[in-house]
């Protein structure tokens, strides 16, 4: 390598993909505690899965086997185990893999030419192809590691979309005639949900942590998190029912999920401050609106892979005023 | 409980809302400010590429309110900050090596000088080696005394063939004419043109960044403002804090002297925001000296950078292809300072300057005469090029040092003795990283990108001219792409085209 500089600062690309899975332990870890076996298979699956793709698509496809060497893959995997229901088929698992790394990365031409993202990609792939076994999800069932007995649940914004109270209003009583939970319940992670999504403190940790470590900006979760918020308090003020309830909405689903991991790729969102608000607000307003008017329970996914699609567009216009040139 | 977590939520939903209309607001009713509280046509002079020279501006009220809108300043946040920024280094004399070689052409000097002496003469440290009588910028002193052994073509540090002139060391003397005593002169008996014309004929145009006094003292250029940068901001320490601590007041009688010399009052010594004590210790100082004064600065790299100096201070910022001077800005490093002050109070031309050597993070600096060869300094702390790398300049933007043996100028106040790391540059990840380094807010993964396929268009649209290379984006960039030589390559593709 030519010349200056002869000091580097000592995050590389490598190091990024290790804070993002340090990031993502706690989730897992979650996970784990709440699905037992299950999870465990499920996340060792889909990380080997992703792995073994990326070395035989950086091998036979780009000729680069040093590509497969930045734990890149180890992320997708894991962020896509964390998308599924316990108890998902194995083979479709892999098959995700398959697409996340493959199609949606590797035939882009590798880590950073993907216009979408991988996991997300996948994932929308894998709901698309069989809704039946992605919405199936189980009920939590807590330190139990080898428990049998784990229960088919309908997921809370799924409950909400096929509740047409639409005169009911936000009451205790409504909550359990409705079969919702509660704010307590929530944190706890008694809800039904996939393996990242039961409970939103697990972000917490991540977020924090990737903060700290500056390796995602502030700009794109809270943007993210307040338009939706706002979205959603608008529309609640003005016809406040059990379907558009805030704090239903804010904390269930995979908003933080999404917010705090997959909104924030690197490759699929956009290099400004500027162009990272915009992007923000985009995901949060189109989450709101899939969710509030949509067919689809949880917007997270869809919202964010739309906005991918805006990405090389907010990096051409979203760029700063270079030093030295009129003001606008 | 859900009741109240929802009221705790609508409130502070409501408070975010509020938040961001009221900001909202605030920003219409300050752009609307802007477009209608000036007088027309005004807006035009703030924009720098219709305002070819610096001229003062028209001093009514409505010219002076719009002045220093803060909130349209530059961002200069972003940069790199590094820790080892505060630091105290030991300043040690270097002594005199066996031969210097002295080159026969300034850098940055048009002007050739025309060879006074021949081989076998005996010089004196101080004494004239080659005069150009209409340009005297051009001028090249001896820097040793002793016996010259032959003017001859040497190869330079970076293996180009320069001509030279080569002093076999024989005695520590200087010509008599130059004053040696320890003592501070305090007054300036001189006249603005005896100044300038001891400037003129003191050689030190050889000194970094002192070059921009030449179209002020020949093309009568009109200066407004002095900047002395004082600021280290740099991965290692450098020689000017170092210099404040040590030999303020020389500074400043020689900022003053550049005051008198360019017929101003307000020269400005900029010091790292991060150290308190050369504040302290300078502004005590100026004190006694009118037209002197301190201004703490941001310490980030590259602040030290003319231009972004200018503009932390001022506010101001200068266009690509324009030099401070056009705006009647004049900033001149510390390092100038002390030999203005020493050319015109101690007569002595510039015979010694400053070198830091850095090596695993230990910094020590010399006093060394000009045309040293690098490794008399190497030998004085030991080092063997063959370890490691040697690194004329900043350790982000320095050049590898390809003959050790060849002399230092005044350019040159950094060597770095390092074992470089081996890197592995990857695709580029798209991190963003290298937009949040440019001091200039470029986008350097574009201009690498552009290069790459030859994009003219693409480059001129991005500005890529107008990289100043530092290089901090490539010490950022996490997948290692050499982002700094892509840029320069990007600038050279422009010359050629």
New interface residues.
């Given amino acids: 390598m030519p010349g200056a500089p002869y000091i580097f600062s000592p995050l590389t690309t490598r190091r990024i993909m290790l804070q993002v899975i340090i990031a993502l332990l706690p989730l897992v870890a979650v996970a784990l505690a709440a699905f037992g076996l299950r999870a465990l298979v499920l996340v060792t699956t889909a990380v080997a899965g992703c792995v073994t793709f990326e070395y035989l698509g950086a091998r036979f496809l780009l000729h680069r086997p040093a590509a497969a060497s930045d734990l890149s893959a180890v992320v997708t995997g894991l962020l896509l185990a964390l998308w599924l229901p316990a108890g998902f088929p194995l083979w479709m698992v892999l098959l995700g893999c398959f697409f996340a790394v493959i199609v949606v990365k590797t035939a882009f031409g590798g880590i950073g030419c993907n216009l979408f993202n991988p996991a997300l990609a996948a994932l929308v792939f894998l709901f698309l192809s069989f809704p039946g076994e992605t919405s199936a999800c189980l009920q939590p069932h807590w330190f139990d590691f080898f428990s049998d007995n784990a229960q088919k649940c309908t997921p809370v914004l799924e409950k909400l979309k096929y509740l047409s109270w639409e005169n009911l209003n936000t009451s205790p009583e409504s909550y359990n005639l409705a079969g919702l939970p509660d704010f307590g319940q929530m944190l706890k992670g008694t809800t039904c949900g996939n393996l990242g999504n039961i409970t939103f403190l697990a972000v917490l940790p991540g977020l924090i942590w990737l903060l700290a470590q500056r390796i995602i900006s502030w700009q794109i979760p809270f943007y993210y998190l307040m338009t939706f918020f706002i979205l959603v308090l608008v529309h609640w003020l003005i016809n406040g029912t059990l379907q558009n309830d805030i704090f239903i909405h804010f904390f269930s689903g995979s908003l933080w999920l999404g917010a705090v991991f997959m909104a924030t790729d690197y490759t699929t969102s956009p290099m400004s401050a500027r162009g990272k608000i915009i992007f923000a607000s985009g995901c949060g307003i189109l989450t709101g609106l899939i969710r509030l008017y949509g067919i689809y329970p949880d917007g997270v996914p869809f919202a964010i892979l739309l906005m991918n699609a805006f990405v090389p567009l907010l990096d051409k216009i979203c760029t700063p005023r270079i030093y030295g040139t009129p003001r606008r | ?3 109240i ?2 009221g705790v ?2 409130f502070s ?2 408070a ?2 509020v938040t ?1 209309i009221l900001h909202i607001a605030a920003q219409k009713t300050a752009s609307g400010q802007k477009n209608t509280g000036r007088p027309a046509g005004t807006n035009k002079i ?4 219709d305002f070819p020279d610096y001229r003062p501006r028209v001093q009514n009220k409505t010219q002076k309110r719009k002045k220093s809108p803060s909130r ?1 300043r ?1 961002s200069l946040s972003g940069s790199l900050h590094f820790n080892s920024l505060v630091s105290e280094i030991p300043l040690l004399e270097a002594g005199l090596p066996e031969y210097v070689y002295i080159p026969l052409k300034l850098p940055h000097i048009n002007a050739l000088p025309r060879l006074t002496v021949k081989k076998g003469d005996k010089v004196r440290a101080g004494s004239l080696l080659a005069q150009n009588k209409k340009y005297p910028e051009a001028d090249i002193y001896a820097s040793v005394s002793g016996k010259i052994t032959g003017i001859e073509n040497i190869s330079d540090a970076f293996g180009a063939e320069i001509p030279a002139v080569i002093i076999k060391v024989e005695k520590d003397d200087f010509e008599p004419s130059i004053d040696l005593s320890p003592d501070i002169i305090r007054e300036i008996p001189y006249s603005e043109k005896e100044i300038i014309s001891k400037i003129r004929h003191s050689g030190i145009f050889s000194l970094a960044g002192a070059e921009s006094m030449e179209n002020v003292f020949t093309g009568g250029q009109k200066i407004s403002r002095l900047i002395i940068n004082g600021i280290d901001a740099e ?1 290692f320490p450098g020689i000017r804090e170092n210099l404040l601590c040590k030999k303020a007041e020389q500074i400043i009688i020689g900022a003053k002297i550049l005051n008198k010399a360019f017929g101003i009052q307000n020269a400005l010594i900029a010091i790292n925001r991060k150290r308190p004590d050369i504040l302290k210790l300078v502004s005590g100082l100026t004190r006694r000296y009118v037209g002197v004064n301190t201004r703490s600065c941001p310490a980030y790299y590259p602040s030290g950078q003319k ?2 100096l200018i ?1 932390a201070i001022t506010g101001r ?4 292809g ?1 030099r401070p001077e056009n705006y009647g800005f004049m900033v001149l490093n510390a390092e100038v300072a002390l030999a203005v002050y020493e050319a015109v109070l101690k007569n002595k031309p510039l015979c010694e300057h400053f070198i830091t050597i850095n090596k695993n993070g230990k910094s020590t600096s010399f006093c060394t005469r000009l045309g040293t060869p690098v490794d008399f300094l190497l030998k004085k702390l030991s080092l063997s090029p063959e370890n490691g ?1 040697i ?1 004329l ?8 040092v390809l003959n050790s043996k060849a002399p230092l100028t005044g350019q040159d106040s950094k060597i ?1 003795y ?1 074992v ?2 081996e ?11 290298c ?1 949040e380094a440019c ?5 350097p ?1 574009a201009i690498a990108s552009a290069l790459q396929s030859h994009d003219q268009d693409r480059l001129k649209q991005l ?1 890529a001219a ?1 990289c100043i290379e530092c ?1 901090a984006c ?7 792409i ?1 982002l ?2 892509l840029c320069r390559q990007s600038k050279t593709e422009f010359k050629n085209n």
């Fill in positions: 409980m859900n009741t977590l929802t939520l609508f939903g409501l975010l809302t961001v703030r924009l720098d590429d349209k530059f991965p231009n972004l503009t910022e200068i266009s690509a324009r790398k690194i300049g900043n350790v982000l933007t320095g050049r590898e770095l390092l470089p790391s890197q592995i540059s990857g695709p580029c990840i798209r991190c963003g990283k937009l001091p200039l807010h470029l986008q993964y500005h107008d290089g490539a010490f950022v960039c996490p997948a290692r050499p700094l030589s």
